[in-house]
């Protein structure tokens, strides 16, 4: 996978989503169970796109083409067949205790990993998020308007927001809270 200068477009995840395809179409014909499917396609699939969710939002259209040859070769065994599944996909990807099959939902997954990245960037002492916030932050939370661009940046800057929202400080003992130097 290549480093891009801003946010991927759909033609450059083209060649994961091809490998998607070609590992979900290599299993056809295997006699597998309905339980066996399911594990392949939660443990290989979003195994072997998890990597690339830390990085980069997929598009929605990409999303809802894997999810289909998933849900086919989960009903039929063959991604290029369609069949009219009975039970909702949504209903499909709850845990099994709400009726579902505990399937991993690509939207949420990608989603929770860019929002974990987010959290890093916000939060983290690593180098990386020291250049990045020297690139794009004006002050520790206010954005600059013009930045220099980046292959992650677009894919944080929608998360942001959301971190910064949603935390707040505890002080507790304070043993680690200065009140006067912190804001």
Request: hydrophobic fraction near 45%.
């Amino acid at each position: 996978m290549s480093i891009f200068v801003s946010a991927p477009k759909c033609q450059f995840l083209q060649p994961l989503l091809n490998e998607v395809k070609l590992k979900l179409a290599s299993w056809k014909g295997k006699p597998l169970s309905m339980m066996g499917q399911i594990q392949l396609v939660n443990m290989v699939i979003t195994g072997f796109l998890s990597y690339i969710f830390h990085m980069y939002k997929w598009h929605i259209s990409i999303l809802k083409q894997v999810e289909q040859w998933c849900r086919n070769f989960i009903w039929i065994g063959n991604i290029l067949k369609k069949v009219i599944a009975t039970v909702n996909w949504a209903t499909i990807c709850c845990p099994l205790e709400n009726g579902g099959l505990k399937i991993i939902n690509l939207h949420r997954e990608n989603n929770a990993y860019l929002l974990k990245l987010a959290w890093n960037f916000a939060y983290s002492n690593k180098p990386w998020s020291f250049l990045l916030k020297s690139r794009v932050l004006k002050s520790k939370y206010k954005l600059r308007m013009v930045y220099r661009s980046s292959s992650i940046w677009p894919e944080i800057k929608h998360f942001y927001d959301t971190i910064l929202e949603h935390t707040y400080w505890t002080v507790g003992t304070g043993n680690f809270i200065c009140l006067w130097n912190n804001k």
